[in-house]
């Protein structure tokens, strides 16, 4: 070959002109024409989903491309960002909700799971964030993205396996010559979240063309929003009750076992009186409002570089790489630490007892609970025995007495909890090409990259800590008295913890986590050289092999491994693992009729997939794959094409699912049938109770956390197996000549997942144990597997001792999906202006989970809960509208997220607990906070829209002023307690609804 072009077009793939058919959404300025000039300038085009390079073929797969055209009206900053405005991808893990977030962001394409899809950069994969094998987004060059490509359905054929639910494909800017700088800064109406990002690129062609190198560097820095700056987020809000809230780990300090009035029905969890004087009379107590302290927008600031080069060693061999560099540091903030109900020791000598306080201990009735419903009551110590043990302050004196109780009190005194972490991340990808002949070219690359981040917390108080300085007998001496321990006033009003004691109970912990992929890629790709008699396209193919070494850790100091932390939310063990993977693949395009009476084109592809796992285990599991694709395309006649493709697909379990220890931690739930008056009504529900690890005498007295939250145990299974997919889609193309610049696609896609790698819902745990209680449910599996605090019968408490609700990880799993994906798009010269109208949306009709086959189907289109994390709405859709002058444009987004309800089945849950538990009015805003309050249950459909003004100041210069949220909607107030934390946060659903209000952005483009 004389020239490289050629092969360049043979690595490539789909032209533009194709793309606007077959995509989904095109740019919203984009003509055909200057699509199709570009592409021949670049000469080098990624299709995502196939791995036939060839230019003459469309896809039979809808992919939907975001541009980076588009990406600059919207002025997105961050990858997430820009993924958050498609339709059909599912709000993840990111930065708008600040408690659950481990400093990354990820992407949750159709409710399947995040980790159920592959983010790739310009069709390769990247080392991923964490032991679940999930991509971090903030680590993608957002100033270099040409367009964003999202893949629907399995797609392991083409890149392996965790692509059940479908790819994100970032495609950069290649060949890129000149000199570009962006800056950008945006700010809330309200004077907060500012946010600024630059980004510097450098690109030039060398050795006559032979040769092109591109760098970039980019920098962002993003403030807090916090909660308490916005009127529907300052206080907490109870979701069942409708009344404000918090949680139960307040100031003054709470004490269970103490029993204030001394009678027989007086035991209880009590709150220390604002003065600090004594105990409160009843149970009621002063929960303790988080919300200010939590955040919408979390603190975010990231250095990132980014280069590729490419040389035409001779006319048959081009070497080429690419790295990437990032550094992020981001802060989560939460409301401060403390002890969270855990057991401790206090003598009754303590010497910051008062006397009151001191008698409500030594009341406590410890008469059998039959005997406590007879009205018996027993005293812990008579009156005499209580003035002897305060001032017994020697543990050898027989007057000497502790007494045990669940000690919850918030560190106000020291300040909100911080964690900070930083994130180290660079992958590297080095290869060569070059053509076999003028169609067929191989292609041999290898890469490697590394994450490594730093978690380090600070503000947390230590339990061991605690509990020693509880155990004091005088104001300056512990009865432990090493590490320097500093007796612990937690009886007095809120301020009576001194900064001496607060620097004796906290510490800074620090978890690292390390992460490692190494991959070896060669593959043969083009055509044959011959078409089937009918068809004037050639039969391309591609085969290859790949290699690819993952290896997960996390290191943990002795604190974080404890568990010791005060509200961490359970230890965090050490964890490591490892598993390779070999692979064969092949692909085969083929054009059966093509420019025939009704068939201007047929064509069919199919594709196989042959993969072997190795773990790196002493019982060294290994298993083996086959993945396979078969589709078509038909067009009739021009602009007209139907198309379809069924896929075969797998996923493997990832590390943290291999590898992660049983841990106990934080999951939610709201209403525990255990709590409240119903065991004492209902003797075959007391029995369950208590069997669970309540202590007889709690019953009556159990509560819900008033955060929501639960302890859960469960962990990782080195048995289990490869989940599989069957997934397809069906779709139509429009693109009619006698309506110039329109196009439409609209295209259904049908996932089922079998063998699933999930966990029971905490709903799906309840319901296995209280649906139908029994006599015999006392020693039911389902029921006893729940264990709880053994001090207050609560399914909340210190990890250690309270295990919770049993969630284990299996391959029992169900989970499928369906909807309809739909695009229009319209472009025309109106004399004064070119008008631009897109719109892409996305119909859902079911999304349904079943984590084991006894556990119920449970359907979470439309509904928020516990159950259903993050909300999926089934109508949702974007439309743009962009008037184009010569020096200006102007353009408008409307965004349409539809009408969403608490999920039924849940509700039905609450119902029946509430009638249990004998609720003044359980259908209804019942005083007794049983059902959620009915102006919680609906949230209504939401529009949002943004406004965007592009000045073409010169050639050189562009300007671009957005008002982002632009009528300043606000989001629905649920409640803080009725729906999943890491999405339920500030009263709202942050990740799906701007919580930030009216937004202004300005940047500026310089091009050279």
Not at 165 to 179: C, H, K, L, P, Q
Not at 688 to 712: E, K, L, R
Request: proline share 5%.
């Amino acid at each position: 070959m004389k020239t490289f072009s050629k092969r360049a077009l043979l690595r490539a793939g789909v032209a533009p002109a194709i793309l606007s058919v077959s995509l989904a959404a095109t740019a919203a300025f984009a003509q055909d024409a200057p699509q199709a000039a570009e592409a021949e300038s670049a000469d080098t085009i990624v299709v995502t989903g196939s791995l036939i390079k060839n230019p003459n073929l469309a896809r039979s797969t809808p992919v939907t491309a975001t541009t980076a055209d588009q990406i600059e009206l919207k002025q997105n900053n961050t990858a997430e960002d820009i993924l958050r405005e498609i339709p059909g991808i599912v709000p993840s893990i990111g930065s708008a909700v600040n408690n659950g977030n481990g400093g990354a962001s990820f992407v949750n394409l159709r409710g399947l799971g995040s980790n159920r899809n592959i983010v790739l950069l310009d069709g390769d994969r990247l080392v991923p964030a964490e032991l679940n094998g999930r991509f971090d987004l903030n680590n993608i060059p957002v100033a270099l993205v040409e367009r964003v490509d999202v893949l629907t359905g399995g797609a392991s054929t083409t890149y392996g396996a965790d692509a059940i639910s479908g790819v994100v494909n970032f495609i950069t800017r290649s060949d890129f010559a000149g000199f570009e700088a962006n800056v950008s800064n945006q700010i809330t109406e309200d004077g907060d979240g500012n946010y600024v990002r630059a980004d510097i690129t450098i690109g030039a062609n060398f050795d006559d063309g032979r040769g092109n190198a591109v760098f970039a560097v980019g920098y962002q820095q993003s403030d807090p929003v916090y909660q308490g700056s916005r009127s529907f987020s300052n206080d907490q809000v109870d979701s069942y009750s409708g009344a404000i809230g918090g949680s139960g780990t307040s100031t003054p300090s709470r004490f269970s076992n103490t029993n204030p009035s001394g009678t027989a029905t007086g035991n209880g969890t009590r709150q220390i009186t604002a003065d600090g004087t004594a105990f409160r009379p009843t149970t009621a107590f002063d929960a303790f409002n988080f919300n200010p302290y939590n955040i919408f927008q979390t603190p975010f600031e990231r250095f990132n570089m980014f280069g590729a080069a490419r040389y035409e060693i001779s006319d048959a061999v081009e070497a080429y790489t690419r790295g990437i560099f990032s550094k992020n540091t981001v802060k989560t903030i939460i409301a401060p630490s403390g002890a969270f109900g855990i057991a401790v020791q206090v003598p009754l000598s303590n010497p910051y007892l008062t006397t009151a306080q001191r008698n409500a201990f030594c009341q406590r009735n410890v008469a059998t609970a039959a005997q406590i419903a007879a009205g018996t009551y027993i005293p812990l110590l008579t009156p005499a025995q209580c003035a002897a043990a305060a001032t017994a302050v020697d543990p050898s004196d027989p007057n000497y007495r502790e007494v045990t109780t669940a000690f919850s009190r918030r560190a106000t005194e020291l300040g909100p909890r911080i964690s900070e972490f930083t994130t180290t991340f660079f992958d590297y990808k080095a290869g060569f090409r070059g053509g076999i002949t003028d169609t067929i070219s191989w292609d041999v690359s290898g890469a490697y990259g590394e994450s490594e981040q730093t978690q380090t917390q600070q503000g947390y108080w230590l339990n061991s800590r605690v509990r020693q300085a509880l155990r004091a007998t005088s104001t300056t001496e512990c009865l432990d008295t090493t590490n320097g321990c500093v007796p612990l006033n937690a009886f007095g009003p809120d301020g009576s913890i001194t900064p001496e004691m607060n620097a004796f109970l906290n510490a800074n912990s620090q978890v690292v986590t390390k992460t490692s992929l190494a991959q070896a890629n060669a593959t043969i790709n083009g055509d044959f050289g011959w078409a089937v008699p009918w068809a004037s396209d050639a039969v391309a193919f591609a085969i290859g092999g790949e290699y690819r070494k993952y290896t997960a850790s996390q290191e943990s100091d002795l604190l974080s491994q404890s568990g010791d932390l005060g509200g961490a939310g359970g230890a965090a063990p050490n964890i490591a693992g490892g598993y390779d993977v070999y692979e064969a693949f092949g692909e085969l395009v083929l054009p059966l009729v093509q420019d025939k009476p009704f068939f201007q084109d047929l064509t069919v592809e199919a594709g196989i997939r042959y993969s072997k796992y190795s773990v790196d285990a002493p019982s060294n599991p290994s298993y083996k794959t086959t993945t396979w694709k078969a589709g078509g395309s038909w067009t009739p006649v021009d602009g007209f094409k139907i198309r379809g493709n069924y896929a075969r697909a797998v996923r493997a379990p990832n590390i943290a699912e291999l590898f992660a220890p049983v841990n106990t931690l934080l999951t939610n739930l709201s209403v525990d049938p255990c709590s409240g008056a119903a065991p004492v009504t209902n003797a075959n529900l007391a029995a369950v109770c208590i069997a669970q690890g309540a202590p007889a005498t709690t019953i009556g007295s159990i509560t819900n956390d008033p955060a929501g939250q639960v302890n859960y145990t469960g962990g990782g299974n080195l048995n289990l197996n490869p989940e599989k997919s069957n997934s397809w889609t069906l779709g139509a193309v429009f693109q009619p000549s006698a309506l110039p610049g329109f196009s439409a696609t609209v295209d259904y896609y049908n996932i089922k997942i079998t063998d699933a790698i999930t966990s029971p819902t905490p709903g799906d745990a309840i319901s296995a144990c209280f649906d139908n209680i029994t006599a015999a449910s006392a020693t039911d599996p389902s029921c006893t597997v729940i264990r709880r605090n053994p001090l207050t019968g609560e399914l909340f408490g210190e990890a250690a001792t309270t295990p919770g609700l049993s969630l284990v990880t299996s391959n029992l799993g169900k989970l499928s999906t369906d909807g309809v994906d739909f695009s229009l798009n319209y472009q025309k010269d109106i004399g004064f202006a070119n008008l631009s109208l897109s719109l892409i949306g996305n119909w859902t009709n079911s999304s349904k989970f079943q984590a084991t086959s006894a556990s119920l189907n449970r359907e979470c289109v439309g509904y928020y809960s516990v159950n259903c994390a993050s909300i999926q709405p089934e109508w949702q859709f974007s439309q743009r509208t962009t008037l184009g002058f010569e020096k200006f444009d102007l353009s408008l987004l409307w965004r349409y997220i539809d009408t969403v309800n608490f999920e039924p089945q849940q509700l039905a849950d609450d119902l029946a607990a509430a009638i249990d538990a004998g609720c003044t009015d359980p259908n209804g805003a019942d005083p007794d906070g049983c059902m959620v309050d009915p102006e919680f249950r609906k949230i209504k459909a939401e529009h949002y829209f943004d406004l965007t003004g592009r000045f073409h100041v010169s050639d050189e210069i562009t300007i671009t002023l957005t008002v982002q949220n632009m009528l300043n909607n606000k989001p629905k107030v649920v409640g803080n307690t009725l729906g999943s934390t890491s999405y339920n946060s500030g009263n709202v659903y942050p990740s799906t609804y701007d919580a930030l209000g009216r937004r202004y952005a300005v940047a500026a483009k310089f091009r050279f």
